[in-house]
């Protein structure tokens, strides 16, 4: 690996390159938990990067589990719909909770199949 000697020459790194999809994804997912905490809940993420579910929420008000799949999307005039869950999800009772990168806005889908 190449030394840095200095931090600017180390902030241009970063500035120079998109974002991964999965540093994206990471990213869409820190705003959830913090979107969640805002929102009464307590939020225990998934300590490994995979499986079905990205976290687990509590809320105490409510006295109830659930547990949620984040996913990202961009402005919604270039995409059409919302994601849906795979049958294993769905037989979980997992909510897609959503992350609009371009406004940063959260919101769950609501599931027609619930």
């Known amino acids: 690996m190449k030394r840095i000697d200095d931090a600017e020459k180390m902030g241009d790194l970063f500035r120079d390159s998109e974002p991964t999809k999965s540093r994206v994804g990471d990213l869409s997912e820190y705003y959830a938990?913090?979107?969640l905490w805002d929102q009464g809940?307590?939020?225990?993420p998934n300590?490994?990067?995979?499986?079905?579910?990205?976290?687990?929420?509590?809320h105490p008000a409510t006295e109830k589990f659930?547990?949620?799949?984040?996913k990202t999307v961009q402005d919604r005039s270039k995409k059409q719909g919302d994601p849906m869950r795979t049958k294993r999800q769905?037989?979980?009772n997992i909510k897609i909770l959503?992350?609009?990168?371009?406004?940063?806005?959260?919101?769950?889908?609501e599931h027609r199949d619930e």
């Open 41 to 44: 809940y307590e939020v225990f």
């Open 47 to 58: 300590a490994g990067s995979q499986g079905m579910a990205d976290m687990v929420a509590w």
């Open 33 to 35: 938990v913090t979107w």
């Open 66 to 70: 659930i547990l949620i799949d984040v």
């Open 98 to 109: 959503l992350y609009n990168k371009d406004t940063r806005q959260l919101r769950f889908v």
């Open 90 to 92: 769905t037989a979980k």
